[in-house]
């Protein structure tokens, strides 16, 4: 699923990032937690959170995440947008809740899977 | 290949959250343009974070050295904190002392040393009540 399905599947609104737009997601992973997110490593990730500071945009920099999606029309601030941008992150934000998100796009085919599961 | 190894060193300035992975951050960058398979990269990323995070959230900062060759990557945290009382109990899934404060930020989870032994092939953890912790982490580039 590319991008830009996710973005209509969650009615969400594109933040910054739209060179990603094209790019394929596989696997996703819903946590306010960023330890639980770093817990199982994904290829082709969407990151959704209700989380909004630096270190999302950190943590998705060390997991090699090119899509993050805040919940409950959460928008981070502007530095935090900036440091998404120079890492080449994509940010998107929805008014759907965590939970709902997550069934909405499991519901589309994205797993949970992770690469390196035991 | 004693003339093959780059030394980095960062100070983990506690002061600012925001910027706390700094250090992290850097060393990815290093190992991406040296070339390491990105996997090798990911696990070095991911445990040196979790450490560099322990140090600002835990014991308001300290300094990260790291050594890379082309066999393994070492990862030194060092902190001058309150030291770890009992390292079993700190290894645990889920057990954590931070604050609601840290949790609010996303951290304190207790997953910071699970998840560093996770992703290293070797890690080390000397403490002293009252001086230190130092965390040495090592990763196996084959």
Known sequence: MKVKDIIKILDAKLITGEENLELDIVSGCGADLMSDVMAYVKESVILLTGLTNTQVIRTAEMMDIQVICFVRGKCPNEDVINLAKERGITILTTKETLFISCGKLYSAGIVGRGVWNE | ?142
């Not at chain 2, 004693?2 to 910027?19: E, G, K, P, T, V």
């Open chain 2, 1 to 142: 290949m004693s003339d093959n190894i780059i030394r980095l060193h960062y100070d983990i300035d506690a002061d600012d959250f925001s910027s706390a992975g700094l250090a992290s951050s850097g060393t990815k960058r290093m190992l991406n343009q040296l070339g390491f398979n990105p996997a090798i990269v990911k696990k070095v990323a991911i445990s040196m974070y979790e450490a560099e995070i322990n140090a600002v959230i835990h014991a308001d900062g300290g300094c990260a050295d790291v050594e890379i060759t082309p066999e393994k990557i070492v990862v030194v945290i060092s902190d001058k904190g309150p030291g770890i009382p009992d390292i079993e109990q700190a290894m645990q899934a889920g057990w954590s002392t931070a604050t609601n404060e840290i949790r609010e930020q996303g951290f304190g989870a207790g997953m910071g040393l699970p998840n560093m032994k996770r992703y290293t092939d070797d890690m080390k953890i000397e403490t002293e009540l009252g001086v230190g912790t130092k965390v040495t982490l090592i990763i196996n580039v084959n």
